[in-house]
């Protein structure tokens, strides 16, 4: 008999379950290119009110939102200003540079934070020889720093800067869904802080495809435009937002489950000898754990061997993520494979 595969290599391989199935096969739908899709509206509306923005963008992928986001607040030769491990710095392509023509001035935070005293240096100075500050991007929770979250106090001081020095703001907010189950915080206080944001639905709600990007009701008329370039412009969406109302419904407050198996892996890591997991940093659903006397690539083998996946991370971390689709008993047998594979070596 061929034991379950334990999959923590992402909440992105999540699938969606039958009850999902169902909201996606009764979905009303129409053509959303001609404004037409009924529940791709309803969608866009729930998510614009739950972070207290005028209006909202259905788009396929969170890197789309991103795009379509700095395209919108920028023009060519402007620089962004991101925390140097951020998604759209590492994940997405080079696509600031091939699609806004922008380039990306990267700082280094403490996990994946920047704060005002790091961002004032690095505005650039009127001066016709520098490209001109324009949008800094904020990521939360920070997938490469472990899922931690940026501080609701740091983003306000960040954002009253960037009125104060004419730059406009925008969140990575993937996970923000993550981060509002973890601290409370209703999403419109997050909102509240930055000028745009892309929320995705594929990662920890459980949906197959799809992410909303919020603003004001211009800056959502840009960023309109600029999907329909970058060919997501799409036609009976409905199925999808359909998945993602579901999603809201059914799979966000739920997520506290996610943490709560991060939070007991991550405390059998640092109980094994020779890997370490900064504790302070796992506060939602991303465990990144540190190997001292093992490759990760040859750890995330010997796992795959007996189907527990996870992925090396560097050359001596690996990131495990726990989702809707892993049970506490599933870490309890996650943690039986990890502590059989170190004792083998």
Same mark, same amino acid.
């Given at each position: 008999?061929?034991?379950?595969?334990?999959?923590?290599?992402?909440?992105?391989?999540?699938?969606?379950?039958?009850?999902?199935?169902?909201?996606?096969?009764?979905?009303?739908?129409?053509?959303?290119?001609?404004?037409?899709?009924?529940?791709?509206?309803?969608?866009?509306?729930?998510?614009?009110?739950?972070?207290?923005?005028?209006?909202?963008?259905?788009?396929?992928?969170?890197?789309?939102?991103?795009?379509?986001?700095?395209?919108?607040?920028?023009?060519?030769?402007?620089?962004?200003?991101?925390?140097?491990?951020?998604?759209?710095?590492?994940?997405?392509?080079?696509?600031?540079?091939?699609?806004?023509?922008?380039?990306?001035?990267?700082?280094?935070?403490?996990?994946?934070?920047?704060?005002?005293?790091?961002?004032?240096?690095?505005?650039?100075?009127?001066?016709?020889?520098?490209?001109?500050?324009?949008?800094?991007?904020?990521?939360?929770?920070?997938?490469?720093?472990?899922?931690?979250?940026?501080?609701?106090?740091?983003?306000?001081?960040?954002?009253?800067?960037?009125?104060?020095?004419?730059?406009?703001?925008?969140?990575?907010?993937?996970?923000?869904? =993550? *981060? +509002?189950?973890?601290? !409370?915080?209703?999403? @419109?206080?997050? $909102?509240?802080? %930055? #000028?745009?944001?892309?929320?995705?639905?594929?990662?920890?709600?459980?949906?197959?495809?799809?992410?909303?990007?919020?603003?004001?009701?211009?800056?959502?008329?840009?960023?309109?435009?600029?999907?329909?370039?970058?060919?997501?412009?799409?036609?009976?969406?409905?199925?999808?937002?359909?998945?993602?109302?579901?999603?809201?419904?059914?799979?966000?407050?739920?997520?506290?489950?996610?943490?709560? =198996? *991060? +939070?007991?892996?991550? !405390?059998?890591?640092? @109980?094994?000898? $020779?890997?370490? %997991? #900064?504790?302070?940093?796992?506060?939602?659903?991303?465990?990144?754990?540190?190997?001292?006397?093992?490759?990760?690539?040859?750890?995330?083998?010997?796992?795959?061997?007996?189907?527990?996946?996870?992925?090396?991370?560097?050359?001596?971390?690996?990131?495990?993520?726990?989702?809707?689709?892993?049970?506490?008993?599933?870490?309890?047998?996650?943690?039986?494979?990890?502590?059989?594979?170190?004792?083998?070596?």
């Amino acid at each position: 008999m061929i034991s379950k595969v334990i999959d923590l290599r992402s909440d992105t391989i999540t699938k969606p379950g039958q009850a999902m199935r169902e909201a996606i096969a009764h979905a009303e739908v129409g053509d959303d290119v001609f404004a037409e899709d009924a529940t791709a509206k309803h969608l866009q509306e729930r998510v614009a009110a739950l972070l207290g923005k005028e209006a909202g963008l259905f788009v396929p992928s969170g890197t789309m939102g991103n795009q379509v986001s700095i395209k919108s607040h920028t023009n060519p030769g402007d620089e962004v200003i991101c925390e140097k491990e951020s998604h759209c710095f590492h994940y997405e392509g080079g696509g600031p540079a091939l699609l806004s023509g922008v380039q990306l001035r990267s700082l280094r935070g403490k996990r994946g934070t920047i704060t005002v005293e790091e961002i004032k240096p690095a505005l650039r100075p009127a001066d016709h020889h520098f490209p001109r500050s324009r949008l800094i991007v904020l990521e939360n929770t920070h997938n490469r720093a472990g899922g931690a979250i940026f501080s609701l106090e740091t983003m306000a001081n960040i954002y009253d800067f960037a009125k104060s020095n004419g730059l406009a703001v925008h969140l990575d907010g993937a996970r923000l869904w =993550n *981060a +509002h189950i973890a601290t !409370g915080i209703p999403l @419109s206080e997050y $909102g509240k802080y %930055v #000028d745009s944001a892309s929320l995705c639905f594929s990662k920890g709600l459980g949906a197959p495809v799809g992410s909303v990007v919020v603003g004001s009701r211009d800056f959502i008329d840009r960023a309109h435009r600029f999907r329909k370039i970058f060919g997501g412009g799409m036609r009976q969406i409905g199925i999808l937002a359909a998945a993602c109302l579901f999603a809201l419904d059914h799979n966000l407050q739920r997520l506290k489950e996610d943490h709560d =198996n *991060a +939070h007991e892996l991550a !405390g059998f890591l640092t @109980s094994c000898e $020779g890997i370490s %997991v #900064d504790l302070e940093a796992t506060q939602t659903n991303i465990v990144i754990a540190h190997f001292e006397k093992m490759p990760a690539a040859e750890f995330a083998e010997r796992c795959m061997k007996k189907n527990l996946l996870c992925i090396p991370f560097s050359a001596q971390s690996v990131r495990f993520v726990t989702h809707l689709d892993v049970y506490r008993s599933d870490i309890q047998e996650a943690m039986n494979i990890i502590e059989s594979i170190i004792k083998a070596r």
